[in-house]
């Protein structure tokens, strides 16, 4: 499995980015994609992430301010991120789970994120 993620850049405090991922490959069935970010020596946390029946979780950092969607017959996932902050300022993680426990969690190869004046 591949996950293809165009998008990311720079954006003003304030702005709005969106971000893409396309999974591509021997797909069987997913039973989620989300986001991940990770900064500069730190762990990789969640962003969002939304299952094939279309239930969010949210990272309180970012609830109110970033959306996601999933388009099940395409196997892509988008970000929409408004009001974005400096803080938000990092590398950005595609994630694809599976439905099948014995398959291993997928990744994109990340996109970077810059917010600032």
């Known amino acids: 499995v591949q996950l293809v993620e165009p998008g990311g850049g720079l954006v003003q405090p304030g702005g709005s980015l969106r971000l893409s991922c396309a999974a591509s490959?021997?797909?069987?069935?997913?039973?989620?994609m989300g986001w991940y970010r990770q900064g500069a020596g730190k762990q990789r946390e969640l962003v969002a992430q939304i299952t094939r029946d279309g239930t969010t979780n949210y990272a309180d950092s970012v609830k109110g301010r970033f959306t996601i969607s999933m388009d099940n017959a395409k196997n892509t996932v988008d970000l929409q991120m408004n009001s974005l902050k400096p803080e938000d300022t990092v590398v950005y993680y595609c994630?694809?789970?599976?439905?099948?426990?014995?398959?291993?969690?997928?990744w994109g190869q990340g996109t970077q994120v810059t917010v600032s004046s």
């Open positions: 490959g021997s797909i069987r069935s997913i039973y989620a």
């Open positions: 994630q694809l789970i599976p439905i099948d426990p014995y398959e291993s969690t997928n």
